[in-house]
């Protein structure tokens, strides 16, 4: 019982255009919601993250989207360069009734940014 | 750079042993977390320590177990290593305050099981 997916296992752009990841959940449970990068041979590093009670969250070239009504969320990078190849996690917890420890994964989205 | 670190970074067990793998958390950070990377998934939950004591645990059986230090140190052990067992171990570790918390990841260890 997956309660995240990230239906695109890969996304390629070229260098300058929009990548756009997108991340579906089913848990409605879930009011807080994380993006993480992660490199070969390196741990998930935090990129940006978004809270329920907002629809949009903005740092630099990175926002994320948040409709709750349709339990999706989407990352999207602007522009985009090659440095942002990278496998790409989205994740969820519930800060309710002190269950706000465990963040729950999808199974990631490669993202591969062509010069 | 998260300043969580983790030892060793590659392992290999036999199927039946047991493993000791260990992290250090971020400066000032008094909770860690503990997860499980298969090939080709998302990192899966195992459990949680909060003051040295576990805050929530993962589908995963009693055989993997954990430990925080006063230092905020940790240790996860994994008993009677199974096949399955293979993967990448990943702790993370953030500051609990009565608010939201993000969670800081270290390179890994990648365990596997013969």
């Known amino acids: 019982d997956q309660q995240v997916k990230q239906n695109s296992p890969s996304l390629s752009v070229q260098e300058g255009r929009i990548s756009i990841l997108n991340c579906d959940y089913t848990n409605s449970m879930f009011d807080y919601f994380l993006w993480y990068k992660k490199y070969p041979a390196e741990g998930p590093t935090f990129l940006i993250s978004i809270s329920s009670i907002k629809d949009k969250n903005e740092d630099g070239r990175f926002t994320v989207f948040l409709n709750k009504s349709a339990k999706h969320l989407s990352l999207h990078i602007v522009p985009s360069q090659p440095g942002d190849s990278a496998v790409y996690f989205c994740?969820?917890?519930?800060?309710?009734?002190?269950?706000?420890?465990?963040?729950?994964f999808g199974k990631g989205t490669l993202l591969t940014v062509n010069p | 750079e998260t300043g969580v670190t983790q030892s060793p970074t590659h392992l290999i067990k036999t199927r039946g042993q047991q493993v000791t793998l260990r992290c250090s958390s971020q400066?000032?950070?008094?909770?860690v977390s503990w997860y499980q990377q298969a090939l080709g998934q998302g990192p899966q939950f195992i459990f949680q320590?909060?003051?040295?004591?576990?805050?929530g645990r993962g589908n995963f059986p009693p055989r993997f177990s954990g430990l925080q230090f006063p230092n905020y140190s940790s240790e996860l052990n994994v008993n009677a290593l199974e096949l399955d067992d293979s993967a990448l171990y990943l702790c993370a570790s953030s500051l609990m305050t009565g608010g939201g918390y993000t969670q800081y990841f270290g390179p890994g260890t990648r365990l596997t099981v013969l």
């Open positions: 400066s000032g950070h008094n909770t």
């Open positions: 320590y909060y003051r040295e004591e576990e805050n």
């Open positions: 994740a969820a917890r519930s800060d309710r009734g002190g269950s706000n420890y465990k963040l729950t």
